[in-house]
């Protein structure tokens, strides 16, 4: 099984960044892919989840700024930020989710400056 995230780097607040999360290993179409983050000295956060079938779900501080898109077909998972700002910096991690069975990428830092 791999997840491999890519696309993160340093934009400034206001900026976009278009992140991807490339699944290998697993029926990708089967599971909900998830993206969390992980700030400095903060939890794990859940950001967005695109179930199987497509629904979306988001954390209350990126409603309206960040989206996340699949396409079964490359077995690739994206989400598409806007609206950055600088509390969104941190690692950004994808997981492939269904049932009691989870899959966790490297993470990919995402860093907004002022």
């Known amino acids: 099984v791999q997840l491999q995230a890519s696309g993160g780097g340093l934009v400034q607040a206001g900026g976009s960044l278009r992140l991807s999360c490339a699944a290998a290993g697993f029926t990708f179409r089967s599971f909900a892919m998830s993206w969390y983050r992980q700030a400095p000295g903060k939890q794990r956060e859940l950001v967005a989840t695109?179930?199987?079938?497509?629904?979306?779900t988001y954390v209350d501080s990126v409603k309206g700024r960040f989206g996340i898109s699949r396409d079964n077909a490359k077995n690739t998972v994206y989400p598409q930020m806007s609206s950055l700002k600088p509390e969104d910096t941190a690692v950004y991690y994808c997981?492939?989710?269904?049932?009691?069975?989870?899959?966790w990428g490297q993470g990919t830092q995402v860093t907004v400056s002022s």
């Open positions: 695109i179930t199987s079938g497509g629904i979306t």
């Open positions: 997981a492939a989710l269904q049932g009691f069975r989870d899959y």
